[in-house]
């Protein structure tokens, strides 16, 4: 296309310039409402992914091969202390922490419940899980803890017992033998996620392994990244460094969580059928205004032809009108888009009741949307798409269009 056919378009698209600015106004609002709205959807599934993974499992766990699929006590994996603190070591990571995991009858002086009983190093849990922030009454496991507890909330409530009391556990150890013992509650925490808080209970994993015979084995090893996009990377040198190591699986968090990821991309599904429809709304937009305008000119454009100029080159006038509309509509609302994303995304995004549900479930009380070239572009690209296919109508009726009885429209 010329230059003299852009300046020409450019031109007529000023000849009426409230029209113009308010469908660019239009493009401009639902460009810099999608920058947003796309920035905080990732920036929201970025702390939904963080805040379910630090709860419990992390990012990356190392386990026995079969155990994602087979979790039985058999499938551990050796000196299982030392290999965390190898990789502390060795690839200078802090958030590690090594687990046994076994299940037992607990017992109160009234009531008996199957619990899971989750061996872990005291000092280093904290890293890679949020529980031990979630204490409500009494204390967390201590670096020198051997016979003490820490069980969910709702678990203590169905065993009628409270800090201070003892409880009895008796299950299997490793080599078939009975594994019991009586422990003393020093703490309980509450989640917010029912089946932890009815379930779960926690030991030093020393005291884990005299009691379930385990000799030094354990069941994972669970790793937090930094943040999600340095997961693929950590887990591709927890691998390299452990290559030679047997029966070992490195694994990410989507084969540890995968209804955490289809939770996701259901979220996602529904947001852009939303996001669809703001955009086919401005797209009518669009259609209309360039109707309204081939309309108006419609002798203007019969002169023209009956002058030699062919129903192509007329085509492609409106939709290179439409193609500098959407660009402004893109350009300017990008750059609005940007600012406010940018804005809340030092600051922090929130609305009413979220810091209450923040401190009771142990979560960051603000959303941080996430920029990215994706966040930036993705939406209004679709929007300009959409406009120029809007154009097509308006540009198409042009060829129907008689010289004679176009210039006799009034």
């Not at 009691?211 to 943040?227: T, Y």
């Amino acid at each position: 296309m010329s230059n003299v056919s852009i300046l020409l378009a450019w031109r007529n698209l000023w000849r009426h310039k409230r029209r113009t600015w308010l469908t660019v106004g239009a493009m401009i609002f639902s460009n810099s409402l999608l920058v947003f709205s796309i920035s905080l959807q990732f920036g929201s599934y970025e702390m939904m992914i963080d805040n379910t993974l630090q709860a419990f499992s992390g990012h990356i766990q190392l386990q026995h091969e079969q155990y994602l699929d087979d979790p039985k006590m058999r499938h551990n994996l050796p000196e299982i202390i030392a290999t965390a603190q190898r990789l502390r070591d060795e690839l200078k990571l802090e958030n590690v922490g090594a687990r046994a995991v076994g299940f037992a009858l607990a017992s109160s002086s009234d009531r008996s419940y199957g619990i899971q009983v989750l061996g872990v190093e005291p000092l280093f849990e904290g890293r890679v899980s949020s529980i031990p922030g979630l204490v409500h009454e009494g204390r967390y496991l201590e670096k020198d803890s051997y016979d003490e507890i820490v069980i969910g909330s709702t678990l203590a409530r169905n065993l009628k017992i409270a800090t201070g009391d003892e409880l009895t556990f008796l299950g299997s150890g490793l080599d078939n033998s009975f594994a019991a013992g009586v422990v003393r509650v020093v703490g309980t925490f509450e989640s917010g996620m029912p089946d932890l808080d009815r379930n779960l209970a926690q030991v030093s994993l020393n005291y884990f392994n005299d009691s379930f015979a385990m000799r030094g084995k354990g069941h994972s090893i669970a790793v937090r990244a930094g943040n999600i996009e340095a997961v693929a990377g950590l887990k591709a040198s927890i691998e390299a460094l452990l290559k030679n190591q047997s029966d070992l699986a490195v694994r990410h968090w989507e084969e540890l969580q995968p209804g955490l990821k289809q939770a996701i991309q259901a979220d996602m599904t529904s947001a852009w059928f939303m996001y669809l429809v703001l955009i086919i709304l401005v797209a009518f937009s669009v259609l209309n205004t360039q109707l309204m305008s081939v309309l108006e000119r419609t002798r203007e454009f019969g002169t023209m032809m009956a002058l030699g100029l062919k129903p192509s080159n007329l085509s492609r006038l409106v939709i290179a009108e439409t193609f500098l509309m959407s660009s402004l509509g893109l350009l300017l609302g990008i750059a609005v888009g940007f600012v406010i994303t940018w804005y809340l995304s030092v600051v922090g995004f929130y609305y009413p009741g979220m810091e209450e549900m923040a401190v009771k479930f142990n979560l960051p009380d603000r959303m941080y949307p996430e920029i990215n070239p994706v966040s930036l572009l993705l939406g209004p690209c679709m929007v300009a798409f959409a406009s120029l296919l809007a154009s097509i109508y308006p540009a198409t009726r042009l060829y129907r269009l008689l010289p004679v009885e176009a210039m006799r429209a009034v």
